[in-house]
Each structure stands twice: as structure tokens, then as C-alpha cells.
């Protein structure tokens, strides 16, 4: 079972559901074992803007994307 990484910081851009996103803000999870909850803006062009919340630590394999992952992408 792969390691869900630890939420991710606003202005970071992070990969989920098979898009792209620009994470707006963290809701950090205040007890051990619940799930913080991480608001994002799609960055793909055939949803560019759409807002999308999860609970990180529910997610199916999240990845924060370093900068040169993200500028490889572009």
C-alpha cells in the first residue's frame, strides 16, 4: 500500500483524480486518524477554475508535484 503524503501547503500544485489543481487552502485534520481537508482549483484547460475539496488522507494516490514535475508537465 503506497504512503499517502502529508497534505500539501497552499500555492503548491498537487495531482489528483487525474487532473491538476492549485491548492487554495488546508483544513488540517484535528485529531490522529481524521482526514484535513484540502481546497483546490482545477488547473487543467477543460475545467480551469472548477473547485474541487477532498479529504487528503481519503484520496487514492495524491502527489504533490515538485517544480520540475510541474514544468514538465506544462
Given at each position: 500500500m503506497a504512503?499517502?503524503?502529508?497534505?500539501p501547503a497552499p500555492?503548491?500544485?498537487?495531482?489528483v483524480r487525474q487532473r491538476q489543481y492549485l491548492v487554495e487552502d488546508v483544513v488540517k485534520a484535528p485529531l490522529?486518524?481524521?482526514s484535513s481537508i484540502v481546497r483546490?482549483?482545477?488547473l487543467d484547460d477543460d475545467a480551469q477554475g472548477q473547485p474541487l475539496d477532498v479529504l487528503w488522507e481519503k484520496e487514492?494516490?495524491?502527489e504533490i508535484l515538485s517544480g520540475e514535475s510541474w514544468q514538465s508537465l506544462a
Open positions: 504512503m499517502i503524503p502529508a497534505p500555492g503548491q500544485i498537487v495531482r490522529f486518524g481524521d483546490m482549483a482545477c487514492v494516490d495524491p
